[in-house]
């Protein structure tokens, strides 16, 4: 397992919304940033993208403003969040752990590896642990395929990865020893591979 430190890293959308104070700052402040937007659906993701480099996701308050600007309705807008996987509408974890779903990671037993990194993390694909500490979000393949199977962390490529090193990568993570009391160091099992997503 190596890792090998690349550019800014892919988003991922987050399921959940959240609310909170300031809306009425927040939204007078997203009428800042796309006001000089046309009010078409060509620079709707521009929208998307400038709320969240500034507030790090597009909260659910900004919705109406959207609505308004592009003269559409609140459920076309939150078609459009789905379709736009790299933009979030939940903040982002405090750790976000990306994980690579193209066919060379997948073929190597990627899915093993999500579901490890799942489990000890304590969330599932692109959501959060309740504590908000971990985040995993599903990124596409950038063609760093010599490293599969990979996730990414801070812009930084970490593969190819066993299922032992994912579990002892997030256990890490958490500030947990990398060998949980009462298991053996090398025979650590791994499932068997699966093909499915
Ligand atoms: S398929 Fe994962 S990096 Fe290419």
């Given at each position: 397992?190596?890792?090998?430190?690349?550019?800014?890293g892919?988003s991922s959308r987050v399921t959940g919304v959240e609310?909170?104070?300031?809306?009425?700052?927040?939204?007078?402040?997203?009428?800042?940033?796309?006001?000089?937007?046309?009010?078409?659906?060509?620079?709707?993701?521009?929208?998307?993208?400038?709320?969240q480099?500034?507030?790090g996701y597009?909260?659910?308050?900004?919705?109406?403003?959207?609505?308004?600007?592009?003269?559409?309705?609140?459920?076309?807008?939150?078609?459009?969040?789905?379709?736009?996987?790299?933009?979030r509408t939940s903040p982002p974890a405090e750790t976000t752990v990306q994980w690579?779903?193209?066919?060379?990671?997948?073929?190597?037993?990627?899915?093993?590896?999500?579901?490890?990194l799942e489990?000890i993390l304590g969330c599932e694909m692109d959501g959060n642990s309740e504590d908000g500490r971990f985040g995993l979000r599903l990124?596409?393949?950038?063609?760093?395929?010599?490293?599969?199977?990979?996730v990414r962390l801070d812009?930084?490529?970490?593969?190819?990865?066993?299922?032992?090193?994912?579990?002892?990568?997030a256990?890490?993570l958490k500030?947990?020893?990398?060998?949980?009391?009462?298991?053996?160091?090398?025979?650590?099992?791994?499932?068997?591979?699966?093909?499915?997503?």
């Amino acid at each position: 397992m190596t890792r090998i430190t690349a550019g800014p890293g892919h988003s991922s959308r987050v399921t959940g919304v959240e609310t909170g104070a300031g809306d009425g700052e927040m939204i007078a402040g997203v009428q800042e940033l796309i006001a000089d937007l046309s009010p078409d659906n060509a620079a709707l993701l521009t929208a998307f993208h400038r709320i969240q480099h500034q507030y790090g996701y597009v909260p659910r308050e900004t919705i109406p403003v959207l609505a308004a600007k592009f003269r559409t309705t609140p459920a076309m807008l939150y078609g459009a969040l789905d379709f736009y996987s790299e933009i979030r509408t939940s903040p982002p974890a405090e750790t976000t752990v990306q994980w690579c779903s193209g066919p060379a990671c997948l073929l190597k037993g990627s899915v093993n590896i999500r579901r490890a990194l799942e489990s000890i993390l304590g969330c599932e694909m692109d959501g959060n642990s309740e504590d908000g500490r971990f985040g995993l979000r599903l990124i596409q393949c950038d063609g760093t395929c010599h490293l599969a199977p990979l996730v990414r962390l801070d812009g930084t490529y970490v593969g190819p990865l066993t299922v032992s090193d994912a579990v002892k990568f997030a256990r890490e993570l958490k500030g947990e020893p990398a060998v949980a009391e009462g298991e053996a160091t090398s025979t650590a099992e791994e499932p068997e591979e699966e093909g499915e997503a």
